[in-house]
C-alpha cells in the first residue's frame, strides 16, 4: 500500500533534488531491413523508425504530465547498421546515417543510436566500411550517435579496431573542429557492451531483443546526494543501507514509467535503467556524492573505494525494486556532464590517470574527458586499450569517449551547453605508445574467460 509519506517523498526528489526519467528509448530491429541496395535500405530503415516511433514523444509527454514526472529524453536505438548494410560502401553507409537524421526529425526524438558496429573478434569489409564513414555521418548529422565494440571478455581486445578508432576520433575532431570538435560527443569505444543500454551515446538494438522494445534509464545523482546528507555521521554499513533504499525507490519509479510506456505503445516493457547519470546542473553530481560520503575533493585519495561503494549499493537497491534491471546501471562518471567533476579537475585533485583508476568499479569508463587537439592518433588509441583492458579483465562494460578538441590546449575548455555540459582540456602523458599499437592482432582473452 502507498503511503502519503512516500508520495511526498519522491514529489520532493523530483523539485528540489533532481530526480527525473533521463530517457525513455525505444528499441526498433532493422534487421528486416537488410538490403545491398543503400536507396532501398534507407526507405526501408526511415519506414520502420517513424511508424514504429511515431506515437513515441507523444506517450512520453502524456506520462510527464500524469505523474508530475519530468522525462528528459525520447529516443531510439536501434539495430547495428553494419549488420544491415549488406554491401552497401562507406557513401552508402552516410546515406544511412542522414536517413537516421531524417527519421530523427519526423519522430521528434532527442538522438537515435545505433551507427555502430561491433568488431570485437575481427572486421568484415563492411564493418571497416561503416567505421570509416563515421566521422562524415556524424559531422553531417545532429541527433545520431555511434558506437564500437572491440573486445569482450570471452573474445579478447581486438588491437586492429583500437588502432582505427584512434584516427576516426582524430578525424571526426577534425571535421566537427567549428563546432568545438562536438562529433566526439556522440561516437563511444566499448569493451563488453551491453545490447539494452538506452543512453546515448552507446546506445543500439541488440540482436536478441524483440522487434521492438522499451528500456528506460532513470537518474538521480542529487537524490542520493541528499540521502546520504540526510544519514549523517552513519558508519560505512549503515551508508550502503541508505543508499540502497534510495536506489530503491528511484527504481520504482522508473519501473513505473517503463510499464505505462510500454502498455501505451503496445510493445514489450525492456529494462529500467538505474544508473546515476549527473547533468552540469547544480546538486546533480555523482562527484557530489563522493564528497558528501566524506572525500575533500572528487579524486581524493579513497575516491575509488567510495565509489565501488556507492556502485554496489546502487545496483543492489535496484535489482530489489524491478526483475528487469539491465543496460548499465550504477554510476556514471562524465566529465564535462557532472559540475562536480568539472570542479575537481579545474582544482587539480582529479585527473586523466585516478579517472583511469575509477573506471575499474564504475558502470562505464572514460567519458566525456576532453584532451589537447593535437594528440597523436596512436596515444588515443592507447588511452582506448588502457581502458578497454580494464573491462575485459574484469568482465564488465567499460567504453571511452575521448573528445581531441581541435585546436585546443590543456587548460583550456569546451563548451556544448545543454545535457553535454562543458569540459576542461585535461593532459596527457606526451610519450607515445606507436610501436605498441601498430604491432596490430589481437590481445588473446584472459584465462579466466574459459568457463565452460
Known sequence: MIETRDILETINMIRQENLDIRTITMGISLLDCVSDDAGVLCDRIYDKITKRAEHLVEVGERIEKKYGIPIVNKRVSVTPVSLVGGRIDRDGYIKVAHTLQRAAEQTGINFIGGFSALVHKGMTPGEREMIEAIPEALASTQMVCSSVNVATTKSGINMDAIALMGSTI?????????NQSIGCAKLVVFANVPEDNPFMA?????????????????????????????????NLSELADVIKKTAFKITRVGQLVASEAANRLGVPFGIVDLSLAPTPAIGDSVAYILEEMGLESCGAHGTTACLAMLNDAVKKGGVMASSH????????????????????????ALTLEKLEAMTAVCSVGLDMIAIPGDTSEEVISGIIADEISIGVANTKTTAVRLIPAYGKAAGDCVNFGGLLGRAPIMPVKPYSPAKFIRRGGRIPAPIHSLKN
Open 170 to 178: 582524430k578525424r571526426a575532431a577534425y571535421l566537427t573542429k567549428d
Open 202 to 234: 552507446g546506445a543500439f538494438h541488440g540482436v536478441g531483443e524483440p522487434d521492438a522494445v522499451i528500456n528506460v534509464g532513470v537518474s538521480g545523482p542529487g537524490v542520493v546526494a541528499s540521502a546520504i546528507r540526510r544519514a549523517g555521521d552513519c
Open 325 to 348: 534491471v539491465g543496460g548499465l546501471s550504477g554510476a556514471f562518471i562524465p566529465v564535462s556532464e557532472d559540475a562536480g567533476m568539472i570542479a575537481a579537475v579545474a582544482r587539480g
